[in-house]
């Protein structure tokens, strides 16, 4: 079965732009979670959606905002670029169990450099 | 607060053993995953302990002390193609993941 689709794959933009990346899960999974990655900082949760809602948030600023789709399809939204948002974002899908083994699986993410 | 504790680098020598240890303090606690992530690569799932004691797959075991808030992934005879990053990740109601171990191999 396919894998976990992000789209685009890079992406240059200019500070105070703003930007929207997509990710598709796995057929079935219904849990789409996002992470930033930077060198050094590992990969930083920024929101879970299931089921079109929001059931999870780290702690990133309101300018980094998500959706998610009734066919589980999901769409993050940074406004505002920043330099420092400049990073690998990853999406990962599951079947959310959580309670036991919820394995993740991941994209091959965006990388955003903001310029 | 959440965190998770891991070395930020080990070194080792092909063919060897090596053990990646993961501390952790979070508010929630269901189980400690660990990932892989080549260079370039999206991160893949290698183990998952729910419950104390030692899981086993293949040349990777990996480890859980659900009262010490700690585990550990231990890799044997290591291959050249083992030089990667290693994530542990604590399952919540959310997945929290550490900063990663960059593990070099030395021929």
């Known amino acids: 079965k396919a894998g976990v689709t992000q789209t685009p794959r890079y992406l240059i933009k200019t500070r105070g732009q703003q930007v929207t990346l997509s990710c598709s899960p796995i057929?079935?999974?219904?849990?789409v979670s996002w992470y930033q990655q930077t060198p050094g900082q590992g990969l930083q949760f920024l929101f879970e959606?299931?089921?079109?809602?929001?059931?999870n948030k780290g702690n990133f600023p309101g300018r980094f905002s998500g959706r998610q789709f009734s066919n589980s399809r999901s769409e993050m939204n940074v406004s505002t670029l920043e330099l420092g948002d400049s990073a690998l974002y990853l999406c990962?899908?599951?079947?959310?169990?959580?309670?036991?083994?919820?394995?993740?699986?991941f994209g091959q993410g965006t990388r955003l450099t903001v310029v | 607060g959440q965190s998770l504790e891991q070395p930020s680098e080990v070194t080792a020598v092909e063919g060897a053993i090596v053990q990646i240890n993961c501390t952790y303090q979070?508010?929630?606690?269901?189980?400690l995953s660990w990932y892989q992530q080549h260079d370039g690569g999206a991160p893949t799932f290698l183990s998952y302990?729910?419950?104390?004691g030692l899981e086993e797959t293949g040349r990777f075991s990996s480890f859980l002390s659900r009262s010490d808030s700690y585990g550990y992934l231990l890799l044997q005879e290591l291959q050249m193609k083992d030089s990667a990053s290693y994530f542990c990740?604590?399952?919540?109601?959310?997945?929290?993941f550490g900063k990663g171990t960059r593990l070099h191999i030395l021929p």
């Open positions: 302990n729910g419950l104390d």
């Open positions: 990962a899908s599951s079947l959310a169990t959580f309670g036991g083994n919820t394995e993740a699986f």
């Open positions: 979070t508010s929630g606690f269901y189980g």
């Open positions: 990740a604590v399952l919540d109601d959310k997945i929290i």
């Open positions: 959606y299931f089921s079109e809602t929001q059931r």
């Open positions: 057929s079935g999974h219904r849990s």
